[in-house]
């Protein structure tokens, strides 16, 4: 068995596969702004708002506060998405679209959508009662896929009604769709199938840590605050349009190296490019299963030449991770 030690160069700027690595950098930021222009700054300052990811991450924000302050934006904020049903024809991965007028919806603190006459969507008061427009999902034809409510209701209500005798409160799949139901809408707004009721992080990662404190957010509005006083630490949904201070996160580039050793049989050239490639590609895809991020690079770092052992026993593969 021909066997050659090398060692993997991991550059990562986002090492999220191994908590011990992984040192998210804080920055308070005491100039208030909204929601919207904060999270710009610090895309173009550091990486984003900030992400907390656990309890250890969130005690160490209060300390960074230099000024008397009580409430501090964070990267958590609403997002919508569309009531589906059993029987709705959503299909994985379907290409979004959206038509929401000027500011909305994180400029306002209501959480079910509509339609009105321009075409345009609006966050609205889920309580109002407004006329409502159902779907069929078995109907493709967007002529005739829709259909107009004969009264009013609230968004739940008529949430109730469309999947009772249609499929559910319109769902819209692109600008011909979007044209249809303005030209039933007229004038008065009506409830499509949109609601605000999930949160994200800005930055887009999947992370389950959420301290809301209470246990879940009130309806005050689509953003989320460190609430700076509160005991216990937590985190309250707050308006996105009001001017606070705020937290950057930012994570700074690593370099860690992993010993790997390699063995193979005398049919295969070690030194061969496409063979050292290949083995690339294929620790790129185990690090991918274990939460590494695509902004993570591998390369080859040869070791200088040892003579062999030919007593040494063979040595297993050992598992690749990153190490400090």
């Not at 068995?1 to 040192?23: A, D, K, N, Q, W």
């Not at 904060?38 to 969130?58: F, G, H, S, V």
């Not at 994180?106 to 779907?135: D, R, V």
């Not at 895809?285 to 007593?311: F, M, Q, Y």
């Amino acid at each position: 068995m021909e066997r050659r030690l090398f060692v993997i160069l991991v550059l990562s700027g986002l090492c999220h596969f191994t908590s011990s690595l992984y040192r998210r950098q804080y920055n308070f930021i005491e100039e208030a702004k909204t929601w919207l222009d904060a999270r710009q700054y610090c895309r173009d300052k550091y990486t984003d708002l900030a992400t907390i990811d656990n309890e250890e991450d969130l005690q160490k924000l209060p300390g960074l506060i230099e000024s008397e302050v009580s409430y501090v934006f964070l990267g958590l904020y609403r997002i919508w998405g569309w009531s589906l049903s059993d029987a709705d024809d959503y299909k994985e991965g379907e290409k979004a679209y959206w038509k929401w007028t000027s500011g909305e919806p994180l400029a306002k603190q209501h959480h079910c959508g509509s339609i009105g006459g321009t075409g345009e969507w609006f966050a609205t008061n889920c309580s109002h009662s407004l006329n409502f427009s159902c779907y069929d999902g078995s109907r493709t034809d967007p002529s005739d896929r829709f259909s107009l409510g004969n009264g009013t209701m609230t968004w739940l209500n008529a949430q109730t009604y469309c999947r009772d005798r249609h499929t559910d409160l319109a769902r819209v799949r692109n600008q011909l769709e979007n044209q249809e139901l303005q030209v039933m809408v007229k004038e008065d707004p009506v409830w499509i199938g949109l609601m605000g009721t999930s949160w994200a992080w800005s930055d887009g990662g999947e992370h389950s840590f959420t301290p809301w404190r209470p246990l879940r957010p009130s309806s005050i509005g689509d953003c989320a605050v460190l609430e700076v006083n509160s005991e216990p630490l937590g985190v309250i949904d707050w308006d996105c349009a009001e001017k606070l201070p705020f937290f950057c996160y930012s994570d700074p580039m690593r370099k860690v190296l992993v010993r790997l050793k390699l063995t193979a049989d005398s049919s295969v050239d070690m030194t061969d490019p496409a063979v050292l490639q290949s083995i690339l590609k294929w620790v790129e895809r185990k690090l991918s299963d274990k939460g590494a991020t695509k902004d993570v690079k591998l390369s080859w770092r040869k070791l200088p030449e040892k003579e062999e052992n030919l007593n040494e026993e063979p040595t297993e593969p050992i598992e690749v991770v990153c190490v400090p």
